[in-house]
């Protein structure tokens, strides 16, 4: 069954939304050609949507948008897959806990991006030390949420398991798991938010393919209308992946109250 | 099967505090498909002789045997919070059977029929979350009746529940157990509860606790709400309420 109204609602949201770009690229295409907005900052967006229009279809703007977006997808499987096991794990035994916490929490406040030197001296300048780079952030947000998700779910719920004969394969699959899986998607979210972010930033430093590289390129060339037409891809990644992980949410956990919400 | 309790002792202790007693040398034992409703001061032990039966906990000392000595299957059901949030209605209810090892199909089925008697019929599909309090109790009576226990182990499962909810539930409750008579231990606060549902009432003493008074309820069943009208109901209840009241001005007055 269809429920029109919160379909209505949902276009609603979704026009608003729309509204609003539009009307920001009105307003600075109007503020631009009435000179209010000039100097370099500020070309014009007719102009930059010209010019990635142009990179899509005759320039090297997809092939690039392949290369980083392959680069954030594996680095965060294998670190996002690596920190939602070892959450797992740690939220299920206290021993393996009191064992890993200590270091974790060392290292969880360095900013990922410093351990850059280290990993590439260790691993050379190639895909891999960018692999193991965007592992380490996506790691970490993926681990925290993800034990976090395990030490909140109520004690009764283990208890309940536990009186009607459940086996431990049985409290993992009807307590742990779905219990955690609210948690463990908004870590999924934040992992994959940092592992874009280390993506660009690590393409701006090693300078030879991805969307971190081309907007390095525009950046010394300062040609701003080329650095705009970049963001706006860089935008559609994370903006898109964050409305999949949203959808995802609300499909997998509907009896979650943020579900109906977000 | 009779279930004799011999001598329990029960004491908690954490580390930064001091040992806290809650049961001394409890003894009593019950019979086959016996209603036994134990009430007593907050505290007393009450909610931790039932997690002692359920395996939940174990005592100290003393021991519980069983005339066919073996152990029986006991399913607990919480005052709240003993639904799964992500499991729907169906699959809350289809739990115990679940964890079995029944199939989908004939759980199914087996789980809509006692739906319609528990009259849940139409909320298969809803959350847990979606339900009244009333709702979410029916679903955790339907899911331990489901898989047909031994005995029943209630700790206050109507606690939570606006006074009206609460008598519906325990007329259905009484109706349930009519047609499915098991071993039932009920915890409450409710002493008007207590009498009304069960054969036998245990008042139990404030901590450590000791069992005070063991009383038999003789009166007729099925029993209805109006039973509460009855002369020997008032008697049993100002008696349990005289002995309480003073256990709870002593926990008070501390």
Redesign the interface.
């Known amino acids: 069954m269809i429920n029109f109204q919160k379909t209505k609602t949902f276009m609603r949201e979704r026009f608003g939304a729309a509204a609003a770009i539009i009307l920001f690229f009105l307003l600075w295409e109007l503020f631009t050609r009435t000179n209010i907005l000039k100097g370099l900052l500020f070309p014009y967006p007719s102009v930059v949507f010209e010019e990635l229009a142009k990179g899509l279809t005759e320039g090297d703007y997809l092939e690039n948008l392949f290369i980083t977006s392959t680069r954030v997808v594996s680095g965060f499987t294998i670190g996002g897959g690596l920190g939602l096991l070892l959450g797992m794990l740690m939220g299920w035994s206290k021993k393996i806990r009191d064992f890993v916490d200590p270091l974790i929490s060392a290292i969880h406040p360095i900013p990922k991006f410093a351990l850059l030197p280290i990993i590439i001296i260790a691993f050379g300048i190639g895909e891999s030390s960018r692999i193991i780079m965007i592992s380490i952030g996506a790691f970490f947000p993926m681990l925290i949420n993800t034990l976090g998700g395990v030490l909140q779910i109520n004690p009764t719920y283990y208890q309940v398991l536990e009186n009607y004969g459940g086996s431990t394969l049985d409290v993992f699959k009807k307590v742990v798991l779905p219990g955690s899986l609210p948690y463990v998607l908004t870590g999924a979210r934040l992992s994959l938010k940092s592992s874009l972010t280390l993506s660009i930033g690590i393409e701006m430093v090693f300078g030879n393919s991805g969307l971190g590289t081309m907007l390095y390129r525009g950046w010394t060339a300062l040609d701003m209308t080329y650095v705009y037409s970049i963001l706006i891809i860089v935008s559609i990644i994370g903006i898109g992946s964050n409305a999949l992980l949203a959808r995802a949410k609300k499909k997998l956990v509907p009896w979650h109250e943020d579900a109906s919400t977000n | 099967m009779t279930i004799t309790f011999n001598n329990i002792v029960k004491t908690f202790s954490k580390s930064t505090e001091k040992e806290v007693s809650a049961l001394q040398d409890v003894s009593f034992s019950v019979n086959d498909n016996e209603f036994v409703s134990i009430v007593g001061p907050s505290g007393c032990g009450k909610t931790t002789l039932l997690k002692i039966l359920?395996?939940?906990e174990t005592q100290d000392s003393g021991t519980i045997t069983y005339s066919n000595d073996q152990v029986p299957?006991?399913?607990?059901i919480?005052q709240d919070?003993?639904l799964?949030?992500?499991?729907t209605v169906l699959e809350n209810i289809g739990?115990?059977l679940e964890?079995?090892g029944m199939e989908s199909k004939k759980r199914d089925e087996k789980v809509i029929a006692f739906m319609d008697r528990v009259k849940l019929s139409g909320f298969e599909s809803h959350?847990?979350?979606e339900l009244s309090g009333g709702m979410r109790q029916r679903v955790a009576l339907a899911r331990a009746f489901l898989?047909d226990p031994d005995i029943l182990l209630m700790d206050e499962p109507f606690a939570a529940l606006d006074a009206q909810t609460r008598i519906i539930l325990q007329e259905e409750l009484l109706s349930i157990w009519n047609k499915n008579k098991k071993t039932v231990f009920f915890v409450t606060h409710d002493i008007d509860e207590a009498i009304l549902l069960a054969d036998r009432v245990i008042v139990m003493t404030d901590r450590p606790g000791k069992i005070h008074a063991d009383i038999n309820i003789k009166l007729d069943r099925p029993r209805e709400i109006t039973v509460m009208d009855n002369s020997e109901f008032k008697r049993i209840k100002w008696e349990i309420w005289n002995f309480l009241e003073k256990e709870v001005r002593k926990e008070l007055s501390l």
């Open positions: 359920a395996n939940l299957e006991s399913r607990l919480f919070q003993g799964l949030p992500w499991l739990l115990g964890l079995k959350y847990p979350h898989t």
